[in-house]
């Protein structure tokens, strides 16, 4: 392994088990109390036809069995607390650890959604405060904390869209979308019964205003725009896309995934937009949690304000109502008032930044994606040469000509000790490395990331099967993903059961 | 600003390393006719003592979940949640990670969620199930949506049983391509095979949606009703279960009866009620509509080496790839909390998955016989239940669930009235494993004191 840097393979290697592999019959994890009660027999209690019949195979573990089993899988994750993580567009932040614990309050944490309204004042309260406050940072009108992700958040926009032309007596087909879109952003079009269109980008990856003009018409519903781009760039044009789509009728929906270059520097409000949705799991530092739970809260103009989901939350003197009679409101998103869990977390974190920490969240963010752009376009130059806000994206192509791809070198990331960037997005760049450090990196984390793609340059020229060939210091190495397509086990089947 | 990664200082060492002379260069992009003159509205900020001041304060203004015993159900459940479930997520490990698209550095996510598509297919009988959804209301509504498009039918009818929370979601999820939704009629609390039957005529019916157990607690006669439903075959509408995993050890699975898909809530395996979110959904279904399956799947993989690992699959059915085509829009789920809900059931095992069922069998048959004896209660529907029951009140329910809150610091279930009009004087009553006979008791008394 010539060539790596001592500590490089430092990461444990490991099997990876399963619990099912750590069962032992007769094991459990954990005791209930004792009955202190009569007993109720489940053939008194459950007709014949709705009994279990035959018990779920699951594992029987003691609850130390349980814990090393658990702590060796986590082992074998790369994370946030472990070293830069630099997905573009995910935002990757420290995830305050304060915040768990206040989550962990027991009269916020335990509190039941269907408990008398005098009873969870407190609760209604910090909702009502969190909302109020991300209405602040964006600049709208009203808000709602249902969403239970950015997805779910553009779903409701879209939904929002089509009930404003509904209430007045319009249809519109079609939302159009930049071509450096989230993938996110054409499905959620699709689900609301939309139609995108895609607009094309100038050379600088920003919407072309001239190629916008000829697509917008009678029809457009709305635009669904990503401000910075997921280029990093920002859509300085953004109030004239905005007048455009109003001229005919049409909304301006914002993605906003990319906030974190925008906090306390400008507001989605004052560029037109009408409706916009918040990643908490990414600007405001709540945990990503492996894939989630997130929460998207969608704000809007105030014309838009009764068409939000039910139930509110509303502020009536001291006193905090939730309120369910909203004639024109899409209908319910989720099934109590959001993920209050998510909005405490939110809300501590911008309670201990207040608005000059939040200002220099976004200005950390700027600063860091361009100390690191800088420093990393000699070995991957930079799609758009120019300064960008809280991400940029590098390219990969030529690699090419040493029969090294993108994904190679972002495997090859992974033996230094740092998670890749986003792959092969957005699709507008080809080979594409979408890279967005984070307020959180210090210098020398970014010299140490800049180094390691350096390295890794020049390993594709001097030795490109080191790089094909990586991760090699992984717990397991590139895993054949065309093969577990084709065979498709995706459970565990005890021996001697005929597999699923 | 311990959060930051840069001082004032640093940051001027590095614009000067980058060859820029002022932050606002990096910043020309933006116009100034857009950018903010001033601090945002907001408070200052707080340090974590003045953070943890503020906030046990705003806790204080609530309800105390640890003294207060809760007979709270409808959807979210005060069950036991073992002390091990917290130590480990909150590993960094764990809940700093993100979605695991590089499978080489994420081996403990995924072969988590292979364990859990695992134990999902266990519980529900069924042969594949997703890596989670946001929630049961979610998970439901595409549910019904994989119905729709796998039978090109629209027709969707809802059980009455069904909660109104959950069909509201549904409703707002389906009406994305013009829903059809019909609510069918209730009998004594449940959905009679004859009024299935009796639906089913007319225009093809893609799926049918029945909880289990439903909203009043009530057992729907599920195997009667996948009977109504026909012989299996393309013909056959989608019998889509909605069913509480808890449940799981002691009824039947939904893929037993003849369920196309099963689909619920994760919050009673090991989730804290977190005042309704978030929770986590979970989607089981057959192995014939693996493609139509929204939300990630996690495979078992090989590398060049022969070592067992795991990765994400099927991804051309996800939005990063298909887009506008993809079979849903989600992307984040709810992977910690799915977490939280494979170690529970890793802790319970199959036998303690059956006594916590047991238990909530006993308790609340033990509580309806004790809440029937205070003068004036009376039941409101015969048959069997599972974990709860609805009680008619000589007064209206809200009332009293006030006057017993305040008397007795007992939360003593939820009133009716709050979904569904004329139901102002019925309460449900929810009873765990976590309701000592001591506490039933004390119920019955305060109810009994309440209602003098």
């Known amino acids: 392994m010539d060539g790596l840097l001592p500590e490089l393979c430092a990461t444990p290697a490991g099997s990876v088990d399963l619990i099912f592999d750590a069962s032992l019959p007769g094991h459990r994890g954990y005791r209930f109390p004792a009955l202190d009660l009569p007993e109720a027999s489940i053939e008194g209690e459950i007709p014949a036809g709705l009994r279990r019949e035959r018990a779920p195979h699951l594992p029987e573990v003691t609850e130390p069995e349980a814990a090393r089993h658990y702590i060796a899988l986590s082992r074998l994750n790369h994370h946030v607390d472990r070293s830069l993580y630099p997905l573009g567009s995910c935002t990757m932040k420290y995830n305050p650890k304060v915040n768990e614990d206040l989550a962990r309050i027991p009269g916020l944490g335990l509190l039941h959604p269907e408990a008398p309204e005098t009873a969870v004042q407190g609760m209604l309260e910090l909702l009502w405060h969190a909302g109020e406050a991300l209405r602040a940072i964006v600049g709208m009108d009203a808000i709602s904390l249902h969403p239970s992700a950015g997805a779910q958040g553009e779903m409701l926009g879209m939904q929002l869209v089509r009930g404003y032309h509904r209430r007045r007596g319009r249809t519109k087909a079609k939302v159009l979308i930049p071509d450096s879109a989230h993938g996110t952003n054409p499905a959620s079009i699709a689900r609301a019964g939309f139609t995108p269109v895609q607009v094309a980008s100038r050379a600088d990856g920003r919407i072309d205003l001239a190629a916008l003009e000829d697509l917008i018409g009678p029809d457009t519903a709305a635009i669904m725009i990503t401000n910075p781009s997921t280029l990093g760039l920002f859509e300085g044009e953004i109030r004239e896309i905005s007048e455009r789509i109003h001229a005919v009728d049409g909304l301006v929906y914002m993605d906003g995934a990319n906030l974190n270059a925008l906090v306390g520097l400008a507001r989605p409000g004052d560029m037109g937009v009408d409706i916009v949705h918040l990643n908490l799991h990414k600007t405001f530092s709540t945990p990503h949690g492996g894939g989630g739970p997130g929460a998207g809260p969608v704000a809007v103009r105030a014309p838009l304000a009764e068409l939000l989901p039910v139930p509110q939350i509303e502020r009536d003197g001291e006193r905090y109502r939730i309120v369910s009679d909203r004639p024109h409101s899409v209908g319910r998103l989720h099934s109590y008032y959001g993920n209050a869990g998510v909005m405490v977390r939110a809300y501590a974190y911008i309670r201990s930044l207040g608005p000059e920490g939040l200002r220099a969240v976004s200005r950390a963010a700027i600063v860091n994606a361009n100390y690191l752009m800088r420093k990393v376009e000699g070995a991957f130059p930079v799609a758009k040469r120019e300064a960008c806000m809280h991400e940029f994206v590098s390219t990969c192509v030529w690699t090419r000509q040493h029969e090294v791809r993108n994904i190679d070198v972002a495997k090859r990331l992974l033996d230094y000790g740092f998670h890749a960037p986003t792959v092969s997005f957005p699709l507008i760049v080809p080979d594409a490395l979408m890279i967005e450090p984070t307020e959180s990196e210090t210098r020398r984390s970014l010299d140490g990331f800049a180094a390691a793609l350096h390295a890794i340059a020049a390993e594709v020229r001097e030795r490109p099967e080191d790089v094909r060939g990586a991760p090699h210091c992984t717990p397991v190495g590139r895993l054949d993903e065309a093969e577990a397509a084709r065979r498709l086990s995706l459970r565990w089947t005890p021996p001697g059961r005929r597999g699923a | ?452």
């Open chain 2, 1 to 452: 600003m311990s959060y930051l990664g840069h001082s004032p200082d640093e940051e001027a060492q590095m614009l000067t390393a980058m060859g820029v002379g002022a932050f606002e260069e990096l910043i020309a992009q933006v116009p100034p006719a857009l950018r903010l003159k001033g601090p945002l509205d907001l408070p200052p900020a707080l340090s974590e003592t003045e953070l943890r001041r503020l906030f046990v304060g705003l806790a204080r203004r609530n309800y105390d979940p640890e003294t207060t015993v809760s007979f709270l159900g409808g959807g979210i459940y005060d069950h036991a949640i073992p002390a091990l479930i917290d130590h480990l997520v909150l590993r960094s490990e764990f809940y700093t990670a993100y979605t695991p698209y590089q499978a080489e550095v994420s081996q403990g996510t995924l072969a988590a969620t292979y364990e859990f598509q695992t134990m999902v297919c266990e519980l529900t009988g069924l042969d594949v199930a997703n890596a989670g959804m946001y929630d049961g209301a979610s998970a439901a509504a595409e549910a019904l949506r994989l119905a729709r498009a796998a039978s090109r039918r629209e027709r969707v009818l809802l059980a009455a049983g069904v909660h109104p929370r959950v069909r509201e979601v549904v409703r707002t999820y389906l009406d994305g391509a013009e829903g059809r939704l019909e609510i069918l009629p209730e009998s004594e609390g449940r959905l009679a095979p004859e009024a299935l039957r009796q639906a089913l005529a007319g225009e093809p019916v893609a799926a049918v949606l029945i909880q289990q157990p439903n909203r009043y607690g009530l057992l729907e006669p599920l195997d009667a009703l996948s009977a109504t439903l026909g012989t299996p075959g393309p013909a056959r509408p989608h019998l889509v279960v909605s069913a509480d995993p808890i449940s799981l050890g002691v009824l039947a699975a939904p893929g037993a009866l003849g369920a196309e898909s099963a689909v619920g809530d994760l919050q009673s395996l090991g989730v804290p009620a977190q005042f309704g979110g978030p929770t986590a959904g979970y989607f089981a279904t057959r192995r014939a509509h693996l493609r139509r399956l929204p939300g990630r799947l996690v495979a078992e993989a090989r590398d060049h080496a022969g070592r067992r690992g795991f990765t994400l699959t099927l991804q051309t059915r996800e939005q990063h790839i298909r887009r506008e085509k993809a079979t849903s829009n989600i992307c984040t789920n709810s992977a910690l909390i799915g977490l939280r809900a494979t170690i529970y059931l890793a802790l319970v095992g199959p036998s303690g998955l059956r006594e916590v069922g047991r238990q909530c069998l006993a308790r609340a048959r033990y509580a309806l016989e004790r809440l029937l004896e205070v003068p004036g209660v009376t039941r409101v529907y015969p048959g069997p239940f599972f974990r709860e029951f609805v009680v008619r009140l000589p007064r209206p329910a809200a009332e009293v669930v006030a006057r017993v809150l305040e008397q007795s610091g007992i939360l003593a279930g939820i009133p009716l009235a709050r979904h569904q009009d004329g139901r102002e004087r019925d309460l449900l009553v929810a009873v765990t494993e976590k309701r000592s006979r001591e506490e039933i008791d004390a119920l019955a008394a305060a109810l009994s004191r309440a209602l003098a």
